[in-house]
């Protein structure tokens, strides 16, 4: 069994600072259950009992529509490089789109990058670390550059009709509300 917290102490906001990706899970009450890697510079610890993370623009946006039908969500980083750990966060989590008025205060928190689509605010009340034992060690080498050179490509419009085409349905044909 692992070690049970309250909130993000300082050791553990140091961890996942250092982490180049991490994995988020949802699910509504019926359905399929998802589970995203997201990577970048798209991670904050604002608080001890609050993260934000810039949700980008994808294949799909199951995580929206998961949060709309229930607003529960787990975060996972693992160590695969140095001491071995797994950090996992759990809370309920609120969905800010360009449209909503927090969403330029929050957008302040990361770089510009092209493609954001929402931003994903998280009331953490649980904190766990486990092992990670088992965990392999892997060398990171490079940021993948291909989404935000695909995205700044496309533009506004072309986001947009990515979104209209790709993003308002989840595969569980739930409505993922990205244009209100």
């Known amino acids: 069994m692992g070690k049970r917290f309250t909130e993000i102490n300082e050791k553990q906001a140091n961890f996942i ?8 899970g949802t699910a509504a ?3 399929r259950v998802n589970i995203s890697p997201k990577g970048m510079d798209s991670f904050r610890v604002v608080d001890s009992n609050k993260i934000v993370w810039l949700n980008l623009t994808g294949s799909g946006n199951e995580t929206a529509a998961h949060l709309i039908k229930n607003d529960r969500m787990t975060i ?5 490089e140095g001491k071995s750990l797994i950090l996992r966060l759990y809370g309920n ?3 800010f789109h360009p449209r909503d008025a927090s969403f330029e205060e929050l957008n302040a928190l990361f770089p510009d990058i092209a493609g954001k689509r929402q931003i994903i605010s998280m009331k953490v009340d649980l904190v766990q670390e486990s092992c ?4 392999p060690l892997l060398d990171f ?3 993948r ?3 935000n050179n695909w995205a700044t490509k496309q533009g506004p419009e072309g986001i947009n009709n990515y979104w209209e085409e790709k993003n308002t349905k989840s595969i569980d044909n739930f409505d993922t509300k990205i244009f209100g």
């Not at 600072?17 to 988020?24: G, T």
């Not at 996972?76 to 695969?80: L, N």
């Not at 990670?132 to 965990?135: D, N, Q």
């Open 17 to 24: 600072k250092e982490q180049n990706i991490f994995f988020v």
């Open 29 to 31: 009450s019926d359905g």
């Open 76 to 80: 996972m980083f693992c160590a695969f």
């Open 93 to 95: 989590a609120e969905i």
């Open 132 to 135: 990670g034992f088992a965990v």
């Open 141 to 143: 080498r490079e940021e």
């Open 145 to 147: 550059t291909i989404l």
